[in-house]
């Protein structure tokens, strides 16, 4: 089945600065994958989400690249906010099977 | 929220009694999950169903039960907890009428087995 890793599991960045996270995964079918940010104490919530017809997605100050050959996928975050320190999960899937996670990026923004 | 409401949200039980958490939606999604989240471990998917009374295993359902009797509901049973199963676990549920992928998580219900 489908395994995904995700690193680093831990990221400090200061203010301002831009973030990066990136994520492997086994299966070349995988066809879909989605970021969720989970924020202390709080459900998971999509933020962005690519298909593996598209190679690059943005969306204000956030942005996932996909290489599909490589068999991997980016999350950036440019000019970083305190609002931004959360968990952050890349997952993949392929048609309507289960979303399969990786294990979670701990982003702190420093002020 | 996205309509997925969990209960009990929070629960502390004893080693070897049964625990049913319930997840209800309200959204017509046809795919729905349960996945537990520890540290160091992100979310594992535990079970999940494709419809009314069609159901699969996933990465991690030793001890762990579910049942769909109708769209709306979807039951996680521990049959006989153990310290082990101490978890947040988190319902989802996706295939609505939009259809867009998205999966949409419930708040989370903490289980404590002591």
């Known amino acids: 089945g489908e395994n995904v890793e995700q690193h680093p599991s831990t990221l400090s960045v200061q203010e301002g600065d831009s973030a990066v996270i990136k994520c492997t995964y086994s299966d070349s079918a995988s066809n879909y994958f989605p970021w969720y940010k989970q924020e202390l104490g709080k459900r998971p919530q999509l933020i962005i989400d690519i298909r593996s017809n598209v190679g690059e997605k943005k969306d204000q100050r956030i942005a996932v690249t996909l290489n599909k050959t490589a068999k991997h996928f980016s999350l950036h975050i440019t000019e970083t906010q305190p609002e931004d320190s959360a968990v952050y999960f890349c997952?993949?899937?392929?048609?309507?099977?289960?979303?399969?996670f990786g294990k979670g990026t701990r982003l702190s923004v420093i002020a | 929220d996205a309509g997925i409401t969990q209960s009990p949200r929070h629960k502390v039980t004893e080693t070897g009694t049964p625990v049913t958490l319930r997840c209800h939606q309200t959204e017509n999604h046809r795919y729905m999950y349960w996945y537990r989240q520890d540290p160091g471990h992100g979310l594992r998917l535990i079970h999940y169903s494709y419809g009314v009374k069609d159901t699969d295993k996933g990465e991690v359902s030793d001890g762990y039960s579910v049942s769909r009797s109708k769209t709306e509901d979807f039951l996680l049973t521990l049959e006989s907890a153990t310290s082990s199963q101490t978890s947040v676990y988190f319902c989802?549920?996706?295939?609505?009428?939009?259809?867009?992928?998205?999966?949409?998580f419930g708040e989370g219900s903490r289980l404590t087995v002591l």
């Open positions: 997952a993949a899937s392929k048609g309507n099977t289960p979303l399969v």
């Open positions: 989802a549920a996706r295939g609505g009428l939009e259809n867009t992928g998205e999966l949409f």
